[in-house]
């Protein structure tokens, strides 16, 4: 079928013929199977098999009828990838596109005049959460890698939100997903037709290394160079000019394997010497991971993980894609969503640690990597290898990954921590006001077209309710409550009117677990940034914290003694996760006294990247306790819990806080001032030629503007 030939006004057409002038067996199959005219569809096929053109003609045709889309990620990077390439492409024929994928304290009215919406699973659950009025004008949800549904901590969400989108909108839904097993349940459960392709644009080749051979199938290839196992494989790669991704299950394995290669299989090119100074001055005072990626990157190398800042990450990934990296070690996380392509994949680690001990990766997630193999327009196959030290080993693994079938998709909707948090937002945005209006939203839910049954959730859902009355959270209808007071227990023999006290309302759009709502609200009047900073590393959203390593518990556990904390016994179950909320809160307290992040990284092993996520969290924890004290009428706790966040937040000591919340003073230029005598914004104002003596002329210039544009006072 030729896009020409598609049933679309003519603009829409000249901007889909520039991607593509003939439909994929993928694409074609959606389009008979009513994709243009508003039916609901799944959509299972490999990486790289063009589904993300089935999107652009599902959410053009909307347009072009008046309609409205949301385009739902898991992951915000892949909603910053997808939002710069729709908006490109689609604003110069009138087409408005927004990204929102931040800040869940806001129901963002300035959506409402947008045609094109991304939005991460979570900001959506977040706005229907706060009832963003502009949802029921939805036409068109598109859920991109839906078979995470599988995912224990991202599914329930996603599950959640396409159930309450389908309630709340006539909206056509269509869902994106990898090849799995039981597509059709979900299809099913959507109401959509599936369509279901093995079709891949490049051709990719699945295979075991052992012995310095490949083994594809009945083929084998020798490898010849001097190198073994992985290394031979780099080496080979690079000599047939090709690039390669080599994923292993943890992020020292990732340094430590991207080092070797650097070693063993340097690459020369002049430009990788400025890509390596931006990575390493990617922070204003360079950490020794900074030193050791530049190191790397100038020998064609890198590593890639959660522990690099958003700016190193950027950089590895761009210049890969140029073809001036040409090896990229990462952890499986990188195999989801970004477009990231490689000739040959490499994977070393089968395995990874679990909580149950060593345990084989996923099927679904090996086979996410391997279709990373092969660039489109530049190979005509791409081959995915398995590393294995044994025939034995070999034999597992083709029997496993390269045979076999991907694993079936389950709800994980059942868990007691999911329910607590997503039946308060029932409630609390009047959607499910009574027992049976939740049992009649949970039987609309993946979980009950899965299994049938939802007794076992209803189960925990009065469980659950019990629970947020203890809290303070919900009420019977009409009936008079103080704040936090405690409240006797449903009778679960009738069906009472349920409504969310003032209290519960309010937790749910913070977006929190209603139990870590519950602790914070029992700890607003702690007095230091360390009490604090103690609570919310309590809560379930701080995890993982820094672990206590054996070296450094004496050190860890003598500071403790002189903190003046109530300690838990040595031998109590909880200690250890005690020994890690203070290990974290000691990080946090050096950060917020100005120490880098270089000395942060000797000192507690926690890398940059790691830092800034620990940072976001613990600054909207922070606010979230701030908001609650608020609502609990202490203005106060407020107060000194707000002073803590914006500490966190910007990494300074309290006299600085008036200089750093000016847009382009960091702490680093906010010392600098403070150190001359200016402490705030009269002292920048009225000593104006003294600051660009200090900052130079183009910064002052900045700071002045944003000054002028009257957001700030002292």
């Known amino acids: 079928m030729l896009v020409k030939d598609l049933p679309l006004p003519e603009k829409a057409l000249a901007v889909l013929s520039e991607e593509a002038e003939t439909l994929n067996p993928p694409q074609e199959l959606a389009i008979k199977a009513g994709l243009l005219e508003g039916k609901n569809i799944v959509v299972a096929a490999p990486t790289a098999s063009g589904k993300t053109l089935i999107a652009e003609m599902a959410f053009l045709r909307h347009f072009l009828s008046g309609g409205k889309s949301v385009y739902l990620v898991p992951l915000k990077a892949l909603g910053s990838e997808k939002y710069d390439e729709f908006k490109k492409r689609y604003e110069k024929i009138g087409m408005k596109v927004a990204i929102s994928v931040g800040d869940m304290d806001s129901e963002d009215m300035w959506l409402r ?4 919406i991304i939005a991460s699973n979570e900001k959506m659950d977040s706005l229907l959460r706060h009832r963003a009025a502009w949802v029921r004008d939805l036409t068109l949800v598109i859920s991109d890698e839906v078979h995470l549904l599988d995912d224990s901590s991202r599914g329930p969400t ?28 979900i299809a099913g459960w959507l109401s959509a037709e599936l369509v279901k392709s093995d079709y891949r644009p490049v051709k990719l080749r699945k295979g075991v290394f052992l012995d310095n051979c490949i083994h594809f199938d009945k083929e084998k290839i020798a490898i010849s160079n001097t190198h073994k196992e992985e290394f031979a494989l780099c080496r080979d790669t690079l000599d047939k000019e090709k690039q390669a991704l080599v994923f292993v299950s943890t992020r020292r394995s990732a340094e430590a394997e991207a080092e070797k290669i650097a070693g ?14 931006d990575i390493e001055h990617a922070l204003p005072s360079p950490t020794k991971q900074c030193r050791r990626l530049a190191t790397i990157v100038r020998k064609g190398s890198a ?3 959660a522990g690099l800042v958003a700016k190193q990450r950027k950089l590895i990934e761009d210049n890969f894609r140029s073809g ?27 395995k990874r640690y679990t909580k149950y001990g060593m345990d084989f990766i996923p099927n679904i997630e090996i086979q996410q990597m391997f279709g990373r193999a092969g660039r489109p327009r530049y190979d005509k196959e791409g081959e995915a ?38 039946v308060l937002a029932l409630v609390a945005s009047n959607f499910a006001t009574s027992k049976s209006q939740l049992r009649n939203f949970f039987s609309k839910t993946f979980f009950a077209h899965q299994y049938g049954d939802i007794e076992d959730v209803m189960t ?22 103080t704040l936090g007071e405690f409240m006797p227990a449903f009778e679960l023999n009738t069906d009472p009117a349920i409504e969310a006290t003032a209290l519960g309302k309010r937790v749910a759009e913070l977006y929190i677990d209603p139990l870590s709502a519950s602790h914070l609200i029992k700890n607003v009047q702690k007095k230091s940034a360390l009490e604090y900073l103690m609570a919310i590393n309590h809560c379930a959203e701080m995890m993982p914290l820094l672990r206590v390593r054996q070296k450094e518990a004496e050190d860890i556990e003598v500071a403790l003694e002189s903190s003046g904390l109530v300690t838990p016994d040595a031998w109590d179950m909880d200690y250890e996760d005690f020994l890690g909320e203070f290990k974290t809160s000691l ?22 990247g790691e830092i800034h996520a620990k940072k976001t969290n613990a600054g909207w924890m922070l606010y979230a306790a701030r908001e609650l004290a608020m609502t609990l009428g202490d203005k106060d706790a407020a107060k000194e819990i707000n002073k803590a966040r914006l500490r966190v937040v910007y990494g300074v000591r309290e006299d600085l806080l008036r200089l750093v919340l000016v847009k382009g003073i960091g702490r680093s230029r906010a010392r600098k001032l403070h150190r001359n005598g200016i402490r705030g914004m009269a002292d920048i104002k009225n000593n104006t030629a003294k600051v660009a003596e200090i900052l130079g002329t183009k910064i002052t210039e900045k700071i002045m503007q944003e000054i002028s544009r009257g957001r700030y006072s002292d």
Do not use: C
């Open 587 to 608: 990080m946090f307290l050096d950060w917020m006294d100005e120490i880098g992040e270089d000395a942060l990284l000797e000192k507690y092993g926690a890398a940059p």
């Open 158 to 185: 996603l599950e959640m939100v396409l159930t309450r989108l389908r309630a709340e909108s006539n909206a056509q839904i269509l869902a994106l997903s990898a090849t799995i097993k039981n597509a059709s349940e």
């Open 303 to 305: 590593f890639h993980h």
């Open 113 to 116: 005049n947008y045609d094109l």
């Open 385 to 422: 290898i398995l590393l294995a030290k044994s025939e034995a080993e070999k034999s597992a693994m083709e029997e496993r990954y390269i045979n076999g079938e991907t694993e079936n998709i389950y709800s994980k909707l059942s868990v007691e921590p999911v329910l607590r948090m997503h």
């Open 264 to 277: 063993k299989i340097p690459v020369t090119n002049s430009a990788l010497e400025k890509i390596a100074s």
């Open 324 to 350: 001036k990296i040409k090896f990229i070690t990462a952890t499986t996380s990188l195999a989801f969503g970004l477009n990231l392509p490689a000739s040959r994949v490499i994977v070393r680690d089968t």
């Open 460 to 481: 925990k859902i009065e469980k659950v309710l019990r629970i947020l009355k203890d809290f303070g959270f919900i009420k019977s209808s009409g009936e008079a409550a």
